[in-house]
């Protein structure tokens, strides 16, 4: 990194250690001198002991002031005493990772896919035909959480088509994708380019594509209620279908139209295509509330898809924040594939690992997306050792995630935009979103 920042210690005992410089020796306590030892040309030996008292710790090292440099950084303490800093360049690479990997996690089985989706389509129709004939007010709260989990999951298997990790065959993946993605009412094709581009791209703060840092200058430019619609509970997690018609604040484009800018002018006749199955399926809809009346589609189709869209956003977002300890976002040449991609966070979501398809098993899908989703809890387990402390273990969930919620509010009260300089930068909070200001 360009730069480091020389951590002090202060009176009050410290909940970890904070970044060691990257030249010389240090050594920090709660109490502490910190003694700096190096050898000049004659070769004398200089000693240089200092005891720092006054810092007040209250600023939180974590979360990084406006007056850090290009190589603001961010460490935290290891089990075996040493310093670790998540923004330094990984002693690995990305071929070690995948050497680490069983040949035969990447082997991609159609026929075991499309069992996935005969199960998960087969349940989607099985709740609904149930809840339409009980059709009383203690099955739907029931129905809503199921049917809406069970959308998230057929988006997951789509969302397998779009990284061709579903099965070799590009026709295959293409119409599974479309039916399912369509069945949601998501633009299979206009998706599936951007979500490739925020694979390529992870990590970096201007050219990410999805729940990507607002800089700072932007973030500035936008008006109270925007800054508390996004960071506001539960505004953020209603996001996507939002995102799929005009994308993030300083992007332009829409995932229907395909003259974006998010398409080059080969991949407009695949975007039209999966407009015009996106408008089918709005179409069908409304032709269903004519037959079944509105209320009908609304609480069989209407509520379940808010749901999905919930489930979508948590999952999205607190794959890329909400960590402990602050993770870097990179811009210009810090950043790098392998580096961005270990920014990602793996979440543990208990009973629900199975039914959306181990979708949280997300750093190793973020570095390799080819991989099938029914090999990634094994591939995880074989790049473990390779990845060492670049792998933050998720914490263990009950049989549903609740405590993610927890985790989603600290990180909305946080998290909200980044420096408009430096190359390695961490979230910065806006006190007025927080509360601590009054």
Avoid at 82 to 94: N, S, T, V
Wanted: charged share 20%; net charge positive; with cysteine.
């Amino acid at each position: 990194m360009a730069s480091w920042v020389l951590s002090e210690c202060g009176l009050r005992p410290l909940p970890r250690i904070y970044p060691k410089p990257r030249t010389g020796a240090a050594t920090c306590a709660s109490h502490i001198k910190l003694r700096i030892s190096r050898t000049d040309l004659s070769g004398s030996s200089i000693s240089l002991s200092n005891t720092y008292k006054e810092r007040n710790w209250a600023l939180r090292v974590s979360a990084p002031l406006r007056i850090q440099t290009v190589g603001e950084e961010e460490s935290e303490r290891t089990t075996d005493n040493e310093f670790f800093d998540p923004g330094a360049p990984p002693p690995f690479k990305l071929s070690d990772i995948r050497a680490a990997i069983p040949k035969h996690c990447w082997v991609k089985n159609p026929w075991k896919s499309m069992s996935y989706v005969v199960r998960d389509v087969a349940i989607v129709f099985g709740l609904a035909a149930a809840a339409a004939y009980f059709n009383n007010w203690v099955v739907w709260p029931l129905y809503w959480f199921a049917q809406s989990t069970m959308f998230w999951a057929l988006f997951v298997l789509g969302h397998d088509c779009g990284h061709g990790s579903f099965s070799n065959n590009h026709k295959l993946n293409s119409v599974v994708g479309h039916i399912l993605h369509s069945s949601i009412l998501v633009p299979y094709h206009g998706w599936r380019i951007s979500h490739r581009t925020h694979h390529q791209n992870h990590g970096h703060v201007e050219n990410d594509e999805s729940w990507h840092p607002i800089p700072e200058k932007i973030y500035n430019s936008l008006d109270l209620a925007t800054k508390k619609l996004r960071f506001t509970l539960p505004f953020p997690l209603l996001a996507y279908p939002f995102y799929l018609w005009s994308r993030s604040p300083g992007k332009k484009g829409s995932h229907f139209d395909p003259n974006s800018d998010l398409f080059v002018p080969s991949e407009k006749k695949d975007v039209m295509t999966s407009t015009l199955c996106w408008t089918a399926v709005a179409a069908l809809l409304v032709g269903l509330s004519f037959v079944m009346g509105p209320f009908q589609v609304l609480k069989l189709y209407g509520i379940p898809y808010w749901g999905f869209v919930m489930w979508l956003d948590l999952v999205t977002y607190l794959h890329h924040h909400g960590h402990d300890d602050k993770l870097p976002w990179y811009r210009g040449e810090e950043w790098s594939y392998l580096r961005g991609g270990l920014t990602t966070l793996d979440r543990d979501y208990g009973w629900i690992n199975n039914i959306h398809h181990d979708i949280g098993t997300h750093v190793i899908h973020h570095l390799f997306p080819q991989i099938p989703h029914y090999h990634l809890v094994e591939a995880t387990e074989a790049a473990k050792p390779v990845l060492g402390k670049y792998y933050k273990e998720p914490k263990k969930s009950g049989p549903l995630p609740f405590y993610l919620l927890g985790v989603l509010i600290k990180s909305m009260k946080q998290d909200h935009y980044v420096s408009d300089t430096g190359d390695i930068v961490y979230y910065q909070t806006d006190p007025q979103l927080s509360g601590s200001q009054k």
